[in-house]
């Protein structure tokens, strides 16, 4: 049989894709996962048929070898396997007729681009194909059984990213846009661009058969720091040269300007963890965004955050807890590890401590992290002290003594948070990651985490009580009274020293500018009394200095002047983005024009300057970004804009909205759309 006797072959691509949950990638070039057959239409030239002794091979990567696993051969058979590359004729056909194949690849087969071909006694080319992750097939090591939730951690393409406080806890849409036009393509070009890839591509071709391996290397590459990485992070500072990180709203464009011109300026934890989280979805690995509240960096890793501060009480301490701190959890089979590790595996892309020489993070199993077992790969020490370090405190006073301030072990990792599966209501899975504070249980793991320094008298009831009230509802642009609490339950009266200061804070604990300072040198508080500070809180004052995270640092010690006892507490305010209002116009239907009329208040006493909403959402704005410029708003001026678009895909999708301006940004909106057919 001669090469010119197969006139054409058919990829099927519209019906293999759908099977294979890709068809969202679009239908004009074969996408399949691993593990799971798909069918091919082979049409010969009249008077020809297929030989049954054929083989085909399928190969990937630059160097593409039998020993390395990125190339197999594998012949015809009465029907395909689907613990190996396979294949079987399913419509054999008469002389003239088309020929029909059904091909299985190996679950365990690497991911990536493959070549196909057909060996006729020589090579004849039948076409590519992209083989990805299967979360569908029970025997890849990312197979996920419920449909419901491979439909949020695999095929959502728009998700919420939990920031605040762990008092404060606020959803901002994202958008993954994992299946927008040249997205996989982009992704995979990643892989390729990756350290490994170059020093050695067949053994990292190789590779990508495993999840774990392939999740490092996205961790190492949505960061810059060691490669050329995605995103360069930039915590406070110009970010004139670059895009401020509060102004994303989705990876799509991001992971374009990197494919265009490189690593892109700038992100912070939640952005290296929403691209992330797009490119494990684009590739087939279950990924979800998870938020983790009063978040540890612990940089000698003694699973203890130090504290130590001057008697004015300033913090002059080398670690750090951060409001928040945003990664991701990747769903895989551990077959390095016990079994019982499987399941969700931690990952951090936000370039913090090195991993192997490298700035990448995870992953390392939530449940060896809730026991306490920190032998496990990788990085289960860095990962436990974020959710679970104690927290001790010094005073470091004039003469060099070092005096004990306090302590917690409740400090950190507060309602660690991810959406929820199906609906937009917030997920709480604490207790994936650890036992209840304060429990028995906690308190073994640490034991079991060689924690040697931990507080011996957790719960010990100190001389003097301090809490910080504050008010409802604090919007940006007002001005607020807040008050600390004094509250002497001993029997002997006190004479205090009480410092009571607000600062400017970033998410990640850099402080900034102060914007209130109320100072009492001897506060007397009798037995059982009660006393109260006030500290006003002036617009005019913090609103020059706020960033785009909108926090303010409230801090109150107390100094018993007697027996020089010290007291602090501490709580950050999240002032409040005025809400934007959106209505749709119209009735949603697939290749329908819609509007949408979008509105925001300037809740600020002064006017806002180049005002603009940007609107995207998947299926909704054809892969683009929709912007309207506003100019200049009045303050308490209402900005009011119409917005056309037409949605392309049916079902449910988020319309994402930003407005942003010289002096109020990081103000997002989202609305759920149901389109029709």
């Given at each position: 049989m001669n090469q010119g006797e197969i006139e054409r072959c058919d990829l099927q691509c519209h019906?293999?894709?759908?099977?294979?949950?890709?068809?969202?990638?679009?239908?004009?070039?074969?996408?399949?996962?691993?593990?799971?057959?798909?069918?091919?239409?082979?049409?010969?030239?009249?008077?020809?048929?297929?030989?049954?002794?054929?083989?085909?091979?399928a190969h990937t990567g630059p160097l593409p070898r039998e020993e390395s696993g990125t190339k197999v051969s594998f012949g015809l058979s009465d029907s395909t396997v689907n613990t190996a590359w396979s294949a079987s004729i399913t419509s054999p056909g008469d002389v003239w007729e088309p020929v029909s194949l059904s091909i299985c690849s190996s679950p365990d087969a690497p991911i990536g681009l493959y070549s196909l071909s057909l060996d006729l006694g020589h090579?004849?080319?039948?076409?590519?194909?992209?083989?990805?992750?299967?979360?569908?097939?029970?025997?890849?090591?990312?197979?996920?059984?419920?449909?419901?939730?491979?439909?949020?951690?695999?095929?959502?393409?728009?998700?919420l990213v939990y920031k605040g406080s762990s008092t404060r806890i606020k959803a901002y849409p994202w958008l993954f846009g994992q299946f927008e036009t040249g997205i996989l393509d982009i992704c995979l070009r990643i892989l390729d661009e990756n350290p490994k890839f170059v020093s050695d591509a067949d053994q990292d071709c190789s590779a990508r058969r495993n999840p774990v391996y392939v999740t490092r290397v996205i961790s190492a590459m949505v960061n810059s720091l060691d490669d050329r990485g995605v995103l360069v992070?930039?915590?406070?500072?110009?970010?004139?040269?670059?895009?401020?990180?509060?102004?994303?709203?989705?990876?799509?464009?991001?992971?374009?300007?990197?494919?265009?011109?490189?690593?892109?300026?700038?992100?912070?934890?939640?952005?290296?963890?929403?691209?992330?989280?797009?490119?494990?979805?684009a590739l087939g690995i279950p990924c979800r965004v998870v938020t983790n509240f009063g978040s540890a960096h612990d940089k000698n890793t003694n699973l203890l955050i130090e504290f130590l501060y001057d008697e004015d009480g300033e913090d002059i301490s080398a670690e750090s807890i951060w409001n928040f701190h945003v990664w991701v959890d990747n769903w895989m089979k551990r077959a390095d590890l016990s079994p019982e590790y499987s399941g969700w595996q931690a990952s951090d892309p936000t370039p913090q401590e090195k991993s192997e020489g490298v700035y990448c993070c995870g992953p390392v199993p939530l449940r060896g992290l809730r026991e306490g077992d920190l032998t496990m790969k990788y990085d289960a020490p860095f990962v436990f002290a974020e959710v679970n370090a104690d927290v001790v405190e010094?005073?470091?006073?004039?003469?060099?003594?070092?005096?004990?301030?306090?302590?917690?072990?409740?400090?950190?990792?507060?309602?660690?948070?991810?959406?929820?599966?199906?609906?937009?209501?917030?997920?709480?899975?604490?207790?994936?990651?650890?036992?209840?504070?304060?429990?028995?249980?906690?308190?073994?793991?640490?034991?079991?985490?060689?924690?040697?320094?931990?507080?011996?008298?957790?719960?010990?009831?100190?001389?003097?009580?301090?809490?910080?009230?504050?008010?409802?509802?604090?919007?940006?642009?007002?001005?607020?009274?807040?008050?600390?609490?004094?509250?002497?339950?001993?029997?002997?009266?006190?004479?205090?020293?009480?410092?009571?200061?607000?600062?400017?804070?970033?998410?990640?604990?850099?402080?900034?500018?102060i914007c209130g300072h109320a100072y009492e040198s001897n506060l007397k508080v009798m037995s059982g009394e009660e006393k109260s500070v006030v500290l006003r809180l002036e617009y005019s004052v913090y609103g020059e200095n706020l960033t785009s995270d909108k926090q303010i640092l409230l801090k109150a010690?107390?100094?018993?002047?007697?027996?020089?006892?010290?007291?602090?507490?501490?709580?950050?305010?999240?002032?409040d983005n005025p809400d934007i209002n959106i209505h749709l116009l119209g009735e949603p239907r697939v290749g329908q024009p819609l509007s949408a009329e979008v509105s925001l208040q300037n809740p600020l006493p002064e006017g806002l300057h180049n005002c603009c909403?940007?609107?995207?959402?998947?299926?909704?704005?054809?892969?683009?970004?929709?912007?309207?410029?506003?100019?200049?708003?009045?303050?308490?001026?209402?900005?009011?804009?119409?917005?056309?678009?037409?949605?392309?895909?049916?079902?449910?999708?988020?319309?994402?909205?930003?407005?942003?301006?010289?002096?109020?940004?990081?103000?997002?909106?989202?609305?759920?759309?149901?389109?029709?057919?």
């Amino acid at each position: 049989m001669n090469q010119g006797e197969i006139e054409r072959c058919d990829l099927q691509c519209h019906t293999n894709n759908t099977d294979h949950h890709t068809e969202l990638n679009g239908v004009g070039r074969l996408v399949v996962r691993r593990g799971q057959p798909f069918s091919l239409t082979l049409h010969l030239r009249p008077g020809s048929q297929l030989p049954s002794s054929c083989t085909l091979t399928a190969h990937t990567g630059p160097l593409p070898r039998e020993e390395s696993g990125t190339k197999v051969s594998f012949g015809l058979s009465d029907s395909t396997v689907n613990t190996a590359w396979s294949a079987s004729i399913t419509s054999p056909g008469d002389v003239w007729e088309p020929v029909s194949l059904s091909i299985c690849s190996s679950p365990d087969a690497p991911i990536g681009l493959y070549s196909l071909s057909l060996d006729l006694g020589h090579s004849v080319p039948l076409g590519q194909f992209i083989l990805l992750f299967n979360p569908w097939c029970a025997r890849d090591a990312v197979y996920m059984s419920s449909e419901e939730k491979r439909q949020e951690y695999v095929l959502a393409q728009d998700g919420l990213v939990y920031k605040g406080s762990s008092t404060r806890i606020k959803a901002y849409p994202w958008l993954f846009g994992q299946f927008e036009t040249g997205i996989l393509d982009i992704c995979l070009r990643i892989l390729d661009e990756n350290p490994k890839f170059v020093s050695d591509a067949d053994q990292d071709c190789s590779a990508r058969r495993n999840p774990v391996y392939v999740t490092r290397v996205i961790s190492a590459m949505v960061n810059s720091l060691d490669d050329r990485g995605v995103l360069v992070g930039q915590w406070g500072g110009d970010y004139s040269d670059g895009v401020r990180p509060t102004r994303w709203t989705g990876s799509g464009t991001i992971l374009r300007q990197w494919a265009e011109g490189g690593s892109v300026r700038y992100g912070q934890c939640w952005v290296f963890a929403s691209v992330a989280c797009t490119v494990s979805r684009a590739l087939g690995i279950p990924c979800r965004v998870v938020t983790n509240f009063g978040s540890a960096h612990d940089k000698n890793t003694n699973l203890l955050i130090e504290f130590l501060y001057d008697e004015d009480g300033e913090d002059i301490s080398a670690e750090s807890i951060w409001n928040f701190h945003v990664w991701v959890d990747n769903w895989m089979k551990r077959a390095d590890l016990s079994p019982e590790y499987s399941g969700w595996q931690a990952s951090d892309p936000t370039p913090q401590e090195k991993s192997e020489g490298v700035y990448c993070c995870g992953p390392v199993p939530l449940r060896g992290l809730r026991e306490g077992d920190l032998t496990m790969k990788y990085d289960a020490p860095f990962v436990f002290a974020e959710v679970n370090a104690d927290v001790v405190e010094y005073v470091r006073l004039t003469d060099g003594r070092m005096a004990r301030m306090g302590g917690s072990t409740a400090t950190v990792g507060h309602h660690i948070s991810t959406k929820a599966v199906g609906s937009d209501d917030r997920h709480d899975i604490t207790h994936q990651y650890k036992y209840p504070e304060g429990s028995e249980e906690e308190r073994r793991v640490f034991q079991k985490a060689k924690h040697h320094n931990k507080l011996l008298q957790k719960g010990e009831e100190p001389g003097l009580h301090i809490k910080i009230k504050l008010p409802p509802n604090m919007l940006v642009g007002g001005d607020y009274d807040v008050s600390a609490r004094v509250v002497n339950n001993q029997m002997e009266d006190k004479t205090c020293r009480f410092l009571f200061s607000a600062r400017i804070v970033s998410y990640d604990g850099k402080l900034g500018a102060i914007c209130g300072h109320a100072y009492e040198s001897n506060l007397k508080v009798m037995s059982g009394e009660e006393k109260s500070v006030v500290l006003r809180l002036e617009y005019s004052v913090y609103g020059e200095n706020l960033t785009s995270d909108k926090q303010i640092l409230l801090k109150a010690i107390v100094i018993d002047q007697a027996g020089m006892d010290f007291h602090k507490t501490q709580k950050t305010v999240v002032l409040d983005n005025p809400d934007i209002n959106i209505h749709l116009l119209g009735e949603p239907r697939v290749g329908q024009p819609l509007s949408a009329e979008v509105s925001l208040q300037n809740p600020l006493p002064e006017g806002l300057h180049n005002c603009c909403f940007s609107l995207e959402g998947a299926g909704l704005t054809g892969g683009h970004t929709i912007t309207h410029m506003v100019g200049t708003l009045g303050p308490q001026q209402e900005a009011k804009v119409k917005v056309d678009f037409t949605p392309t895909n049916a079902g449910l999708h988020k319309l994402l909205v930003d407005f942003d301006s010289d002096k109020l940004s990081n103000v997002k909106g989202f609305l759920n759309i149901d389109v029709k057919e």
